[in-house]
């Protein structure tokens, strides 16, 4: 395993008030949120988001419940589309685009509440993100002939290959709605990946989970970050998790950016100490 | 001037009975979450029975119509406990295809009885017509908007008013969370049968009595044409199915006389389908928005 | 290399898929032997073409209802489209064209018309699902009925003759079972092939989560527009055929009752399974036509069974008990068992 990446790097400023891991200087971050707002009726759920990710950042997005946070990722989807600001993906604007464009894009994503395809196969999962690099036609598809073997062989291949990287291609066959929860949420992130993004979002990615669980998932969000060379940005509730493994942490509260630094800058920021980690210090 | 109103009152007319059929659909779908195919042959089962009590039985029209609702809202429940109890945790479909084999049962079972040839609807209501300038009202259409009204009112009362109608509102918004409270959801949704089939026993009537022939398969049109004046209304809703059924009756008449007698359920149609692209969860609904 | 290409065709020619068409074939090869033989009765040479149209819709109506998860309450309205524009066109075509030309240009142009109103039904899909797309498929088919009641080239309410002097059309049973055949295969190999493809699993994808098939970058627009004409396309293609069988069709005919009826063909089946709505289209097809004896209960005996298979299907001991018997099941045991006798001579 490639381990190139030091696991705490300083943030160094890009292009002026916004950090990404020094590493990343010089390459044009994969994510630019500039000023993001959306509001619901008469009420704004997120407001004034802003955010850089460098190109092979582990981000983490944390706050209290409500404060915005999957909206956010709703917004970088375009699941919902925003009412104010701008998203660029690689330096490409999501603007009107729709939520498959997005993807296509490079941003992929799993969902708090888990969300597989239940009724087909864990490999059939794997293989609906695979879905936009197959080049079967229609009419291939339709007669099954004109290449259509050798793009299912591969794709099989490929599903395989990222089902091996979370250690259950022994699952290939089983549908999805049968696997236990962790297996779930490991489906959930192989299918993501398959859609070969440049950066994934991860929805509380450690809810439910045993400690040796998060662990082993954080040991794999650092794998696929130095496998695939990709972004990952998650938000999670698991203090010990993020401050582990992200590099960069944005707090959100009432859909407002309270703070933005290292994990140790956030950990001593008193405004993030008041609104979030001072109530876990309570509890 | 006067066919414009002529037909208004005619629209009204057919509109109500669309409303008191659609508010038997709309009841059971807000309740039990279920699309009652065979509620439409409910009316058909009324009309049958209010001919077999006046004809051959020879008893008083009050007693029949008494005898009709009684019966229809004992099959609703019958109906219900039978066919569509056993399968409340079954998948929607399953609910919709038994329901469409409820709705060919009643139809088969009137046609052994009462033969494919259709049957003249005894005059049960005889009272004079009025005439505004011009404008005719028939006895029938006046006690049909006059009875129309009545009832939905009183509904409207029992629903927000009475415990039990209080109880309808708790299993329609969260099953689970009522049966916590204490409320019988099986009884519940019991009442909603017979009430929702009483109110298409009362439809029967105003219908025999305006198109004056009944036959096994006169449930099923009127039956169609309530469901889609629910689901236009926004299915669930009991202000929505009273104004989609009325909406519905005036729109048919106003396309049979001013646009083609042909062409006028083709009309009705184009006209649900376009206020529900505008509002897809139709014009008092919910909206329903998936949390993601 | 070349052993493999053996074992893969070998693996291909005993795959559940093939062993549908197998089963198609087997079941064509009888009928064809006792039709042209002389040995059908007139009753099963009267139902031929029509079970064989109710297959071509059912496994095309399960594409919406079984694999994107839409419910469709207005594919007679698609097969009528396609049957009166198909067979206008069969009508124009009659002195030009002989019969093996004809009929088959004739499904494709029905069919292609059916599709282009397949893509305006399908419309509405994007917006709407569940109920309300439902009574919009309704509503459509109502529509669709009443247009072709009012077009005069369709002969209005009297509806379309196919054997007046003019245009014969008009095709007896043994005509048309080749085309019959062919049309069904085509059906169900175009329908197993995509359910075995990337759009085929695409579409299941969104019937499964339709927000998640989005963020996993599939065009859900795109594949409910394309089922919805391929659906349409193919009930089109059957109304051809269909039309072809009688001497006198009314738009009528093709009205939600009949929708219905394809639908409930479909559910008895098995949601998305292919197999199942070849059987069902037989059975629930032929049924009433063999027990036209007991004409008046036929329709009532229909209609209790109907009621008792879904109550037995959502009943959990009686499918505790059909697992147990199921054939896969059978086999299971069956294997295990050759495999404890295999590893104790080991």
């Known amino acids: 395993m490639n381990n190139s990446y030091e696991h705490k790097p300083k943030l160094v400023p890009y292009p002026s008030n916004a950090f990404v891991p020094e590493r990343d200087i010089g390459k044009r971050p994969v994510l630019e949120v500039n000023h993001l707002g959306i509001d619901f009726g008469g009420l704004t759920a997120v407001d004034d988001f802003s955010i850089i990710v460098g190109r092979t950042e582990i981000a983490g997005l944390i706050g209290p419940n409500g404060a915005g946070k999957t909206t956010v990722f709703n917004l970088l989807t375009n699941v919902y589309h925003p009412t104010r600001g701008s998203i660029l993906v690689d330096g490409m604007s999501t603007a009107g685009k729709s939520t498959h464009q997005v993807n296509h894009m490079g941003i992929a994503r799993t969902f708090q509440n888990i969300r597989l395809f239940s009724n087909l196969s864990v490999l059939d999962n794997v293989k609906v993100g695979l879905h936009n690099s197959m080049k079967e036609n229609f009419f291939a598809a339709v007669t099954h002939s004109f290449g259509y073997g050798k793009a299912e062989k591969k794709a099989d291949a490929q599903a395989l290959e990222f089902l091996d990287f979370f250690h259950m291609a022994d699952l290939a066959n089983a549908p999805a709605g049968s696997l236990p929860y962790g297996a779930q949420r490991r489906l959930e992130i192989a299918r993501a990946l398959a859609t070969s993004p440049k950066i994934i979002l991860l929805d509380e990615p450690a809810a439910g989970m045993n400690p040796s669980e998060t662990a082993e998932l954080m040991e794999n969000i650092r794998r696929i970050r130095d496998n695939f060379g990709i972004a990952v940005m998650l938000i999670e509730h698991d203090m010990k998790l993020v401050m582990n493994i992200c590099e960069g942490i944005c707090v959100l509260d009432h859909g407002k950016v309270i703070a933005k630094g290292t994990p140790d800058e956030i950990k001593s920021n008193p405004k993030v100490v008041e609104a979030y980690l001072g109530k876990a210090k309570e509890a | ?292 | 290399m070349a052993k493999n290409i053996f074992k893969n065709a070998i693996k291909k020619a005993f795959s559940k898929d093939a062993l549908t068409i197998y089963f198609v074939i087997a079941i064509y090869a009888v009928i064809s032997v006792m039709l042209y033989g002389g040995f059908a009765s007139r009753q099963l040479t009267n139902m031929l073409i029509s079970v064989s149209c109710y297959i071509v819709l059912a496994v095309s109506l399960n594409l919406v209802v079984g694999l994107l998860g839409e419910l469709s309450l207005g594919h007679a309205g698609f097969m009528s489209v396609g049957l009166f524009s198909g067979c206008l066109f069969s009508m124009w075509t009659v002195d030009l064209l002989p019969m093996i030309v004809r009929l088959p240009l004739s499904m494709i142009f029905g069919g292609l018309f059916a599709a282009v109103v397949g893509f305006v039904v399908g419309l509405p899909a994007l917006r709407l699902k569940g109920d309300y797309l439902a009574i919009v498929t309704l509503a459509c088919g109502e529509i669709i009925k009443n247009v072709i009641t009012n077009l005069e080239i369709t002969g209005g309410a009297l509806g379309l003759t196919t054997n007046n002097s003019d245009a014969f059309i008009y095709s007896k049973p043994k005509e048309l079972l080749p085309y019959a055949i062919v049309l069904v295969l085509v059906t169900v190999v175009v329908m197993m092939n995509i359910k075995k493809s990337r759009h085929g699993r695409a579409i299941m994808a969104i019937r499964d989560n339709r927000i998640a098939a989005e963020a996993t970058g599939i065009n859900v627009t795109y594949y409910k527009l394309i089922v919805f004409i391929l659906a349409a396309f193919f009930a089109g293609a059957a109304g051809v055929l269909y039309g072809h069988s009688f001497a006198n069709i009314k738009p009528a005919t093709f009205n939600y009752n009949m929708s219905i009826e394809i639908l409930v063909i479909v559910v008895l089946g098995g949601m998305g399974s292919i197999n199942g709505s070849i059987i069902a289209a037989i059975a629930l097809r032929a049924l009433p036509e063999m027990l036209r004896e007991f004409s008046d209960y036929r329709m009532l005996a229909y209609s209790i069974l109907l009621i008792a298979i879904m109550l037995l299907n959502s009943n959990a001991k009686f499918n505790e008990l059909k697992s147990k018997m199921s054939l896969k099941n059978i086999l299971s045991l069956l294997k295990t068992k050759k495999a404890k006798k295999g590893g104790a001579k080991q």
Not at chain 2, 141 to 170: D, E
Request: net charge positive; with cysteine.
């Open chain 2, 1 to 292: 001037m006067s066919l414009f109103f002529q037909t208004l009152i005619s629209g009204l007319s057919l509109g109500s009975i669309y409303a008191l059929i659609a508010l038997g659909y709309t009841m059971v779908y807000g309740i039990a979450k279920m699309l009652n195919f065979a509620h439409g042959d409910v009316i058909m089962i009324g009309a049958y029975s209010v001919i077999v009590t006046v004809m051959s039985l020879n008893l008083p029209p009050v007693i029949a119509i008494l005898a009709s609702i009684l019966f229809c809202a004992l099959l609703g429940v019958t109906i219900e406990f039978l066919a569509y109890k056993p399968l409340r945790k079954a998948s929607p479909l399953a609910v919709l295809i038994t329901a469409i084999g409820v709705s060919y049962f009643l139809q088969n079972i009137a046609q052994l009885i009462f033969g494919t040839q259709q049957k003249a609807f005894p005059k049960i209501i005889d009272l004079p017509g009025i005439r505004i300038s011009g404008v005719e009202i028939n006895g029938i259409t006046l006690i049909t908007l006059a009875v129309t009204a009545i009832i939905m009112i009183a509904l409207t009362l029992f629903i927000n008013k009475t415990k039990v109608g209080k109880a309808m509102r708790a299993v329609s918004e969260d099953k689970e969370a009522a049966e916590l409270m204490g409320i019988s959801t099986n009884r519940t949704i019991s009442v909603t049968f017979a009430i929702g089939s009483a109110l298409a026993a009362v439809a029967s009537i105003f219908y025999g009595a305006t198109y004056t022939y009944i036959k096994p398969t006169t449930g099923s049109m009127p039956g169609i044409k309530a469901f889609t004046a629910a689901v236009f209304g926004g299915i669930g809703s009991i202000p929505g199915a009273m104004l989609g059924g009325i909406m519905l009756g005036v729109i048919e008449q106003y396309s049979k006389a001013y646009i083609s007698t042909t062409m006028s359920d083709a009309i009705v149609f184009a006209v649900l389908i376009i206020v529900l692209l505008v509002k897809p969860t139709g014009l008092l609904g919910k909206k329903i928005s998936e949390k993601v």
